[in-house]
């Protein structure tokens, strides 16, 4: 088996994930060889004795397991990797999540998760893109023909960067696209269709639309479903609203949750209409709260964890099954997140969009959708200018390339004047200090 080399093994629960699913694949699981990599020695150890403890458990301690901590150690993690998987968090919850949620509010802009898109996403691109160049400076290098599969959100920007302006083989990955049609008939109650519907998903990352879903005799489902969602909404408050509102308005349900694209557009948080915050069960701060939760959490678990008292079974992260079907050429299927050579011809060509893709022996094929419903087209491109602006700010280290983006984001510009924005932005590149590069 390659080397994988996991960038950002510190986050202990994915890395979990993400090499416990290759313990437990019989083409992969025989002779791993396993790079863990991070700069938080700490979180390095902690990873480091749960996937040692995976490894005995159900591997036989098969797989060879190396730790590299700190950034003069890094090239010797990639060195020959085949496979490089990303899921670094520049600045964490405490300062920089705390900041790109803080400073917005003192100008009256309020989010829910903040890592995709919106000031959040834009100001966490900012502080990883550049951390990404060194990494990719390093890849060419010392694993030139490796496979970099990332998982670092904002998606779409990230892998745009790593796709447009670095030599190195590049796939974004996200788990939402094989949920979204089992979340949309598990909460509408139609469990028989829940997993056996066949689909088409295609857009953008974390607004990816399910243009089609079908029964295994061809039948639409879509009419009942809309006709259920529409119900729903009119009758209880429920946890998905926001995307339910997307399929009586625009015809499609996409495929992130209604938390997330509750801020991806000028529609539901709206400080003139604050009743539509409770309209739509829209969870205001919610990443914030996660982050704590998810630290708590943590804490309560990690003595049974690191003590060897934890199961897994194979997760639905597609990366075991990208190095499965390279190593054994055996073709697999996935969502993946890739430049838009063509791929839907009604969004900009420079994108990074989010289509089916299969992938074998030979590397990663994407599929040609075509246009998409003009609608659902117009909702990407709200997004994709903003993402391709903090690209451009994050290669030419332009404030005016910030100040753009934010400008051009929808929920940004329909709540606050130019000039908030970018007294806000500069806010922001001061709080942020030194987590940023010198912009000019």
Known sequence: MPKITFMGAGSTVFAKNVLGDCMLCDSLKDDLDIALYDIDAQRLEESRCVIEALNKKYNNSKAKITVYCGVENRKAALKNARFVVNAIQVGRYDPCTITDFEVPKKYGLRQTIGD??????????????????????????????????????????????????????????????????????????????????????????????????????????????????????????????????????????????????????????????????????????????????????????????????????????????????????????????????????NLPREATVEVPCMVDGCGIHPTVIGNLPTQLAAMNSSNIFPQLLTVEAAVTKKKEKIYQAAMMDPHTAAELSIDDIVAMCDDLIEAHGDWLPKYN
């Not at 399910?210 to 009942?224: H, I």
């Not at 701060?285 to 934890?310: H, T, V």
């Open 116 to 345: 995709t898109l919106g000031i959040g996403g834009i100001f966490r691109a900012l502080r990883t893109i550049p951390v990404l160049e060194d990494f990719a400076h390093d890849i060419e290098e010392v694993c030139p023909d490796a496979w970099f599969l990332n998982y670092t959100n904002p998606m779409a920007m990230i892998s745009n960067y790593m796709q447009r302006f670095t030599g190195v083989k590049t796939i974004g990955l996200c788990h939402s696209v094989q949920v979204c049609s089992r979340q949309l008939f598990g909460k509408l109650g139609l469990s028989e269709y829940d997993g056996n519907s066949v689909d088409l998903i295609a857009g953008i990352n974390h607004m990816a639309w399910l243009l089609e879903t079908k029964d295994k005799d061809g039948n639409d489902l879509y009419p009942l479903a809309k006709k259920l969602a529409k119900e729903k909404n009119e009758s209880v408050i429920h946890n998905d609203m926001v995307r339910y509102e997307y399929m009586n308005r625009l015809g499609y349900y996409c495929t992130e949750s209604s938390e997330h694209n509750a801020e991806y557009n000028p529609f539901f948080i709206k400080s003139k209409y604050p009743e539509l915050i409770e309209k739509y069960n829209i969870p205001l701060d919610e990443y914030p709260r996660r982050c704590i939760d998810q630290i708590k959490k943590w804490e309560d678990r990690k003595n049974s964890a690191l003590s060897g008292e934890l199961e897994h079974t194979r997760s639905e992260e597609y990366a075991s099954r990208i190095f499965e079907a390279m190593v054994t050429n055996t073709p697999y299927k996935i969502g993946g997140n890739v430049l838009n050579d063509n791929l839907i011809t």
